[in-house]
């Protein structure tokens, strides 16, 4: 079945391309969070690098498409995507090229911030705002390649929560689960911090990849020279070395979710002019002691908000939301303005009182965008359990006053017309691309069953 002239050498393709990337992904986590002892990054890179859809209003931030997928949170965010990346990487890379992996790597990421963007209307407003890192998108493109190339190739899974457990599935079974989660997950908005959307846009996105760069080889260059036995006697004994395709179930699932995606995308299409209503709070308080802390929150119009981080600017911006002042008379403007009443916290099971003094603004939508003045009010203490992390209230101190300055802009503007409806479109065509090419192009670029028996990547769950 091989000739003489073949050679081990000319088998393994190096995986320069997998191995470069890393080594990217780890300097660049290294620069960025080296401040914090290498465990997180810092926050100024993240504002500086990450991917927040609002900004891409101006073109000299597009840089951010690029340097946000080669950002990441944590050690864990770092560790498991570059892990994965390894693994399947490096097979995807031995398969097409390393030149051709690089465009598929570098377009998937792209593609996964694309999606990002468009489906926001469905995964909700505060995405505008809030930044995404990771190269979680483009090692989705990875991943969607893989599924194309080895469906039935063996993985061993691990799952160490709350015992270690490890078995082995196929990677078609492995694949289809972790992309049904992303879609399912991004439609049913969990709060998370994860970019489902993303994730699945990425996916797709590696499928129509490795079908605009797959050039067929013939099967000795994909195979060890030391296995060329075993290649001749299975030959001989099995015809199961024919391509097959993805399989009828698979195939079916795997269009199902992706069809998702397309109607999903021309949903956010049609609604991206009525994306608005985004407003981020500078805040400023000065406390009974004299000390003056400077924070930022968000609301939108849906209800979803994000309060400060830091102690005083989060008291006095969760009364606002507690009382209902967030809201008020579109265009009512006061310079004597004062607020009076006990507010229920239902979380806590208490009630709070909330004085305000001073001047407010609402804008034409009949939101807060100015309050200055004196609140007064009770301050909730909270204990919280090491085990569980839930918090309990521990004391009440009342009639705590504040100086208090706040400003809010709505910032979301033109970004539904200019970005999100765009993107929307080409989320359309690559989400109907990768349809088509699921459904028809499969056995084309599904690898042979001999190039599948060969153990696949351990994967920690």
Known sequence: MFGSSFHYTTV???????????????????????????IQISQDWVEVLGLVPVLLQYPEQWYRFITSMFTHADIFHIFFNMYFLYFFGKEVENRIGSGRFLVL??????????????????????????????????ISGVLGAYLLSFPRKRLGLCIFIPLPLCFTTTASYFL???????????????????????????????????????????????????????????????????????????????????????IGSAISAINARNVRGVYVYSITVTNRYGDTSYDQAVYTLSGEYIPPIKSDPRIVFNRIMWSGII????????????????????????????????????????????????????????????????????????NV???????????????????????????????????????????????TELEQIWPGPLVPL
């Open 176 to 262: 289809v689960f972790w992309f049904a989660t992303q879609v399912i997950y991004g439609y049913a908005r969990f709060a998370s911090s994860i970019a489902y959307f993303a994730h699945a846009g990425g996916f797709v996105a590696g499928i129509i990849m490795l079908y605009l760069l797959f050039k067929p080889e013939k099967i000795e260059k994909m195979m060890p020279y030391t296995y060329s036995w075993f290649y001749q006697a299975f030959s001989i004994f099995s015809t199961k070395h024919l391509k097959e395709g993805l399989g009828r179930f698979t195939k079916i699932i795997v269009a199902i979710l992706i069809f998702s995606l397309v």
């Open 327 to 398: 809201v008020g008379e579109p265009g009512y403007v006061s310079s004597a303005y004062v607020h009076d009443e006990d507010v229920y916290v239902q979380e806590f099971d208490v009630y709070i009182h909330v004085y305000i003094d001073g001047s407010v603004e609402y804008d034409n939508y009949g939101v807060l965008t100015k309050l200055k003045g004196t609140m007064i009010t009770d301050v909730l203490y909270l204990s919280t359990s090491p085990y569980f992390g839930i918090a309990r209230l521990t004391k009440i101190i009342k």
């Open 401 to 447: 006053k504040y100086q208090v300055d706040i400003n809010g802009e709505e910032v979301a503007g033109k970004t539904g017309t200019l970005i999100i409806q765009p993107f929307a479109l080409i989320s359309v065509i690559v989400a109907a691309a990768a349809f088509i090419i699921v459904l028809t192009k499969d056995k084309e670029l599904t690898a």
């Open 12 to 38: 393994h393709r190096r995986s320069y391309a997998t191995i470069s990337l890393i080594i990217l992904n780890v300097v660049v986590y290294a620069v960025t969070s080296y401040k914090n002892m290498f």
């Open 105 to 138: 790597y570098l377009v998937s990421g792209f593609l996964a911030a694309v999606f990002h963007v468009a489906l926001t209307p469905i995964g909700g407003a505060l995405g505008l705002i809030i930044p995404s890192i990771g190269a979680s998108g483009a």
